[in-house]
Nanobody, 118 residues
């Protein structure tokens, strides 16, 4: 129903910044909320930040004050501005969309690698 493609990952030194983007296509009007998850090697995937259709945001404690999630009004592109990056932020970052189109759905992007060197 919704296809997601992430971009913007890469290698950065500790203290640096990166901006991730997630382009959505398909039944974007059916999206209720979107978010960014990450998965580090040997760890479970965790929610980093989310934003609802009403623009209410939520962040995991470890990124509060450093990361900002935003979305354009047409819900076509989701962003994650990551500042003051730390080595522990190293992970594959996944874009996510939850919505309803005849039935509830959850869509995932393919992921983008973020590596923070110390």
């Amino acid at each position: 129903q919704v296809q997601l493609v992430e971009s913007g990952g890469g290698l950065v030194q500790a203290g640096g910044s990166l901006r991730l983007s997630c382009a959505a296509s398909g039944s974007i009007a059916s999206i209720n909320s979107m978010g960014w998850y990450r998965q580090a090697p040997g760890k479970q995937r965790e929610l980093v930040a989310s934003i609802t259709s009403g623009s209410r945001t939520n962040y995991v404690d470890s990124v509060k004050g450093r990361f900002t999630i935003s979305r354009d009004n047409a819900k076509i592109t989701l962003y994650l501005q990551m500042n003051s990056l730390k080595p522990e932020d190293t992970a594959v970052y996944y874009c996510n969309a939850d919505g309803f189109f005849g039935a509830a759905f959850r869509s995932w992007g393919q992921g983008t690698q973020v590596t923070v060197s110390s």
